[in-house]
Nanobody
Framework: QVHLVESGGGLVQAGGSLRLSCAASGSIFSINAMGWYRRAPGKQRELVATINIGGRTNYGDSVKGRFTISRDNAKNTVYLQMNSLKPEDTAVYYC???????????WGQGTQVTVSS
């Protein structure tokens, strides 16, 4: 099993920046990829960014060029640097880990990001 703990959410003005962190613990050696998803009120969950064990990244169209996902293997932590934030980025952001050969999903508890206009 994998346990994920997010931090770094908060309130920021439009145009500002935030950095989210997701620390993984447990059976981390079987993690295939980690990433961030978000859910805004009344909307479906959407992909923000992922990074796999090879370092390949993938971004949702709405955040390309503004958000950057990275990882620190020594700390078992994935980061999401969010720049040029917009009010439409307001959502609960969830850390995700894809685990093992059966590609099981583990989720963090979520962290609120609110961008004021």
């Amino acid at each position: 099993q994998v346990h994920l703990v997010e931090s770094g959410g908060g309130l920021v003005q439009a145009g500002g920046s935030l950095r989210l962190s997701c620390a993984a613990s447990g059976s981390i050696f079987s993690i295939n990829a980690m990433g961030w998803y978000r859910r805004a009120p009344g909307k479906q969950r959407e992909l923000v960014a992922t990074i796999n064990i090879g370092g390949r990244t993938n971004y949702g169209d709405s955040v390309k060029g503004r958000f950057t996902i990275s990882r620190d293997n020594a700390k078992n932590t994935v980061y999401l640097q969010m720049n040029s934030l917009k009010p439409e980025d307001t959502a609960v952001y969830y850390c995700n880990a894809e685990y093992g050969v059966y590609r099981l999903d583990y989720w963090g508890q979520g962290t609120q990001v609110t961008v004021s206009s």
